[in-house]
């Protein structure tokens, strides 16, 4: 994407905290309106908050990426709020115990692959459709170095970060 993100609408998911937390501002300060996507309200509010203060734009929506209802209503807010969508970061995950593949639960397991794997492809199938009527369009996975390597332990982050590839 040429000319960089000044008056492009990003979306930023992950971003009350850790590396989405850093990459929202960041968009921010280079002229970027934001949707800061996150679980965490206080920390998604936070964030948009000090866009603002900064003189930027930014929304906070809160929810589970991991439900349709929620990537909709991502979206949706960038297209009504921002007029479109121009980046996606899909940024937003979880770790899950750190525990042997005979000690994970169907819950964790469901939980983190939902999370990490389901959720980006959610976002980016809702996010496409927008990007491809503009005619441009970035999407931006966070990757792990568990998606280069296999352990003992931490079974479904390693798999669902295995299972990012797509991109």
Excluded: C
Aim: overall charge negative.
């Amino acid at each position: 994407m040429s000319g960089g993100p000044d008056g492009r609408s990003v979306i930023v998911t992950g971003a009350g905290s850790g590396i989405g937390r850093a990459a929202a501002p960041a968009f921010a300060g280079e002229g970027a309106r934001v949707v800061v996507a996150d679980l965490n309200a206080e920390g998604a509010q936070a964030v948009a908050k000090e866009i603002e203060q900064a003189g930027g734009a930014a929304v906070a929506v809160v929810g589970d990426l991991s439900e349709q209802a929620v990537v909709d209503q991502v979206v949706e807010t960038a297209v009504e709020r921002f007029g479109g969508v121009d980046v996606l970061v899909n940024n937003a995950g979880i770790m899950d115990r750190m525990s042997a593949v005979a000690d994970v639960t169907d819950a964790e397991w469901e939980r983190v692959i939902r999370v990490n794997l389901t959720a980006p492809f959610l976002l980016t199938r809702a996010a496409l459709p927008h990007m491809l009527e503009a005619g441009r369009g970035a999407i931006v996975n966070t990757a792990s170095e568990a998606g280069l390597r296999g352990g003992a332990a931490g079974a479904a982050y390693t798999a669902s970060k295995h299972g990012g590839g797509w991109g």
